[in-house]
């Protein structure tokens, strides 16, 4: 399939682009499974924007935004990223009310406005507490009515294709992708000049995530096979705040998110003992950013043993969970648990991947016509630690801005210069049906180990032992992948050990506590570990 531009993903930064580029060429849309599978509509806390004067609360500066987000950041954010991102931030809400995305309002032409951790204001747009599935909703429709896009679901990117894979000797540049139809199993060549990655991010490396099934890593190990910079793999951001059901399969129970928008509104962080234990390890408490409450919560578990810790929210007024947290309500009401009546029990899971493919401002990424946009890039905004609420902001916005850097750069009326021929994909032998249990054990192996060795806190040796038990793994599953016909659980497992692989390389290099990485073995900062970790493929 030949097309102006590929996109590859359809969550809001994949989409809000496709939409603008396709009012200058062909675009076509890609995503392995369903569309709304996406990381993007599963938040359910909202997109934080400083607005216009008048809509805004009381003394909300963009300067306060910034110091928020640096402050989250623990000194390696770049503070230019920064500025012009939550600069943008009233362009990107209009924006996406241009699609027909609503947020909640508290009168007509006022925003409700929410406030979550780490937030020094409220400035947390929302739709109840399903914004994503809002913004997801609104964009796939919109672009699946486009005459210009032709959207594909249940289509898988296998590999980018690129000059310099094919034994070009000019500057490396995207040529597209192999991309797996997952329908009929069969491999074809999706041919673009212009490739945008907005795959998401990592969360199903480890066993317990707040991430749909989707989040397996699969943009960043695409990148990093075609030679891409990737950075700070190591600051993988933990939820505080996920359901723990011990009734239910773990799975299922940790699983499920109570957004942090409960704790903005006024929800509390207490052990069995109704101890609001978080005071101690921060004065803003419950409101502390996520990296210092996950780590307080995994404080308190170790310390007491106890299997979780309580979000109460019993205070608030009857009924205020039904209205402004419904979706939360009546998903803990079908586990048999009535939040205003009891404490939410609640666990740390894997949430967000601040790391990347290495982008500059735009979302270019270091291979010539190929950019990356969202969770999947590294732009520099997040820095050690996510400020909640932010990423968002900052796909809409780097969208906006790849959109124009790429028809500046490679214009559609400029013939690019040619490339080798693309050979047809070499189909490996059926998978014998016995054999398909060691792809699923070592699926199940990494995100244990993972989950094991290379969580909220982490030391030397459990990095040591997690690196080499994956450098194995690699092999088996490299031995799977050139032997056998490829499918999705195959595609999604050789993914996964790649992204592993990378959390442990980025944590290996970082010697001190910085932000989401917490070692042991070095519990300060360290001055000369304030920069990115950079690695790449030879």
Known sequence: MNSDFLVIGCGIAGLSFALKAAEH????VITKGKALESNTAWAQGGISAVLPEGQREDGDTLEKHVVDTLDAGAGLCKEDIV??????GAKAIEDLLSFGIEFDQKEQDQFALGKEGGHSQRRILHHKDTTGLEIASALVSAAKKHKNITFLEEHFAVDLLTTGQLGAITQDRVLGAYVLDEVNNEVKIFRSDRVLLAT????????YTTNPDSATGDGVAMAWRAGCQISNMEFVQFHPTC???PAASEEK?????????VRGEGGLLVNREGEDFVKKHDPRGSLAPRDIVARAIDHELKKTGAPCVFLDVTHKPKGYMQERFPHIYNTLLEFGHDCEEQPIPVVPAAHYQCGGVVTDINGRASVGGLFAVGEVACTGLHGANRLASNSLLEANVIANNAYHEMLSRFPLDKDPESAPDIPAWEYGDLTPPD??????HSWDEIRRLMWDY?????TDNRLMRAGHRLRNLRNEVRQFYWGYRVDSDLLELRNLVTVASLVVDCAVLRKESRGIHYMLDYPNSVERFQKDTVVRKF
Do not use: M, P, Q, T
Not at 25 to 28: D, E, F, M, T
Not at 200 to 207: A, M, P, S, T, W
């Open 243 to 245: 359901f723990y059901n």
């Open 25 to 28: 060429g062909s675009v076509a």
């Open 83 to 88: 500025k012009a991102i939550i600069s943008d």
């Open 200 to 207: 998401g991010g990592c969360g199903k490396v480890y066993l």
């Open 435 to 440: 054999e398909a249990v060691l792809i699923y």
């Open 253 to 261: 129970a940790r699983s499920f998110l109570v957004s942090e928008a």
């Open 454 to 458: 290379v969580s909220i806190v982490r």
